[in-house]
C-alpha cells in the first residue's frame, strides 16, 4: 500500500465512524468562530462584495451568501463567503500546521449544504473530515512548505474542501482518491500577497475552497486518479516540502485534530499575537506612560519575523501583517480588535510615532521552540533607562489557553452585532448553531 492509499485509508476510516460528542461540541464552537469571523468580513469587504453581486444572475441565485442574508450564484457565494471568512484575521488555526482550516472547509459544507441536501450529521461529519485532512497534510510539510513561499491555507485547505464534501455525501473510497489527487493538482496558494500594501490574502483561501469544490465534482463523475499523487518524484510531497514529516500525515494516536485549533482573540496575523499580548500585559502592569517610551524591543521566532517586520503601514491589510504596528496600538489601546486596525486608528499620529519606536527581531531559542510555543518578548526601555519586559509563550486562544465558553460567545456576539444583527438576533443565531443538529435549514436560513 502506497501513501497516498494509506493516508486514504485513514481519512476513509474516520468519515465511516461514529462522531463523538466532544468532537459534536468542538464542530459547534468551530462554527460559531466561523459564523462570527465571516459576519466581521462581510463589513470589511462590503463595498467590494456590493459590485460582485450587482452582476448577479437572480435566477442562479440559490446560494447564502454569509452576513448578507442574500443569495448569489454557487461560484459567487463560494468566493464571497471565502473572502470575508478570512479578511478579518480572525479565524481559526494550528499552529503546527501553520493553516487556517475553517475558513475552507466550513465555507464549503455550509455554502452548499442546502443544494446538496446535507443533513446536520452529514455536515458534521464533511467538517470533521475536512479539518482532519487538511491539518495532516499541512503538518506534514510545515514549516519547509512556509519557507518555500507557500500558504498552507490555500495549499492545504482544497484537499480539506475535497475530502470534507466527499465524506458529507458519502463517496467510497476511490472516489475519495480521486477527488485527493485533482485536489493537489489544483492546489496554489503563495504568501507573497502578504507583502506591501496588498489585501489579497483572503484569495488563497478562494483558491482553496474553489480547487476542492472542483475536485469533489470530478470525483462524483468517475475520473480515475493516478496511483499516489502524495509520493514520488511528481509527487505533491516533492513539488511542496523539503521536509516530510510522515508520522504528522499518519495519525497513529487516533486523536481527531479538530481539537487542535486555536481561536483568535487579536485581529492580526497569528504571527503578531504573542508580541501583541506581551505589549497589553506589560503595559496594565507597569502602568507604563507611553510619553515616556525610548524604544520598544520585540524578541521572537523567525516565521514572525520574516514578513511582519515592516513599519510601511498604508492599509488595514498591511498594519494586520505588521508586529511593529500591532504592538503599538495594543500599547496605546490596551486591545487589538477590529477597530484597531481601521484607517483611522492607523492614521493616529501617536500610534505612528510609536510604531517607529518598536524593533522586531529574531530569536534563535525562541525559534527551536516552534511549533511547541510560538514566544514573543517585548522589552520597554524608558527614557530614564529603566527596561520593562514581559513574555508570552502561547498566545490567548491556543488548546493550552483556551477561550471560555463566556469569551466565544462573546467574541461571537460582538462581531456578528459589528455587522449587521442587533444583540438579540445575534443570539437566537447563536441558539440555532448549538441546536443545529436538530434544525440545520433553521441556521442556514439565518446566515
Not at 493516478?226 to 511528481?234: A, F, I, R, T, Y
Request: a neutral charge.
Amino acid at each position: 500500500m502506497n501513501l497516498t492509499d494509506k493516508f486514504i485509508e485513514e481519512i476513509y476510516k474516520i468519515a465511516d465512524s461514529k462522531i463523538e460528542n466532544s468532537e459534536i461540541i468542538q464542530i459547534k464552537n468551530c462554527i460559531i468562530d466561523y459564523i462570527a469571523v465571516t459576519n466581521a468580513g462581510a463589513k470589511l469587504l462590503k463595498t467590494k462584495t456590493d459590485k460582485l453581486l450587482q452582476s448577479e444572475n437572480s435566477t442562479e441565485s440559490l446560494y447564502s451568501v454569509i452576513g448578507y442574508q442574500k443569495k448569489a450564484s454557487l461560484h459567487t457565494a463560494l468566493l464571497i463567503n471565502s473572502m470575508n471568512a478570512h479578511a478579518a484575521e480572525l479565524d481559526d488555526g494550528v499552529r503546527y500546521a501553520n493553516l487556517h482550516p475553517g475558513v475552507s472547509v466550513i465555507t464549503a459544507l455550509l455554502t452548499v449544504a442546502e443544494q446538496l441536501k446535507l443533513s446536520s450529521q452529514d455536515v458534521l461529519r464533511g467538517i470533521l473530515v475536512g479539518y482532519e485532512t487538511s491539518i495532516r497534510i499541512a503538518a506534514s510539510i510545515q514549516p519547509s512548505h512556509r519557507n518555500m513561499g507557500y500558504h498552507a491555507t490555500g495549499t492545504c485547505g482544497a484537499f480539506g474542501v475535497a475530502l470534507g464534501l466527499c465524506a458529507a455525501v458519502k463517496l467510497d473510497k476511490n472516489q475519495f482518491k480521486t477527488a485527493l489527487t485533482a485536489a493537489a493538482s489544483g492546489s496554489s496558494g503563495m504568501l507573497n500577497v502578504i507583502k506591501d500594501q496588498s489585501d489579497l490574502k483572503p484569495y488563497n483561501n478562494s483558491l482553496a475552497v474553489f480547487a476542492g469544490y472542483n475536485a469533489y465534482q470530478l470525483a462524483t463523475v468517475g475520473f480515475i486518479p493516478s496511483d499516489d499523487v502524495l509520493n514520488g518524484k511528481w509527487g505533491y510531497f516533492s513539488l511542496k516540502t523539503k521536509e516530510l514529516d510522515t508520522s504528522k500525515l499518519l495519525n497513529s494516536e487516533g486523536k481527531s485534530l479538530i481539537h487542535d485549533v486555536y481561536r483568535k482573540y487579536y485581529a492580526a496575523c497569528r504571527h503578531c499575537h504573542p508580541a501583541i499580548e506581551a505589549a497589553i500585559v506589560c503595559k496594565k502592569e507597569k502602568k507604563i506612560n507611553l510619553d515616556l517610551i525610548k524604544s520598544v524591543h520585540v524578541e521572537t521566532y523567525s516565521l514572525a519575523v520574516d514578513g511582519h517586520e515592516s513599519k510601511n503601514i498604508q492599509n488595514s491589510a498591511s498594519a494586520k501583517m505588521s508586529t511593529p504596528y500591532s504592538v503599538a496600538v495594543a500599547l496605546l489601546k490596551e486591545k487589538a480588535g477590529i477597530d484597531e486596525f481601521e484607517s483611522a486608528t492607523i492614521k493616529n499620529t501617536q500610534i505612528q510615532d510609536l510604531l517607529q519606536k518598536v524593533v522586531v527581531t529574531q530569536n534563535t531559542e525562541m525559534t527551536n521552540q516552534v511549533p511547541e510555543k510560538r514566544p514573543a518578548k517585548v522589552s520597554i526601555t524608558m527614557k530614564d533607562g529603566t527596561v520593562y519586559s514581559k513574555q508570552i509563550d502561547l498566545a490567548k486562544g491556543e488548546p493550552e489557553n483556551p477561550f471560555t465558553k463566556f469569551e466565544l460567545e462573546d467574541k461571537f456576539i460582538s462581531l456578528v452585532t459589528y455587522n449587521n444583527l442587533n444583540i438579540e438576533e445575534a443570539k437566537k443565531l447563536l441558539n440555532k448553531i448549538y441546536n443545529f443538529e436538530n434544525n440545520l435549514n433553521a441556521l442556514l436560513e439565518s446566515i
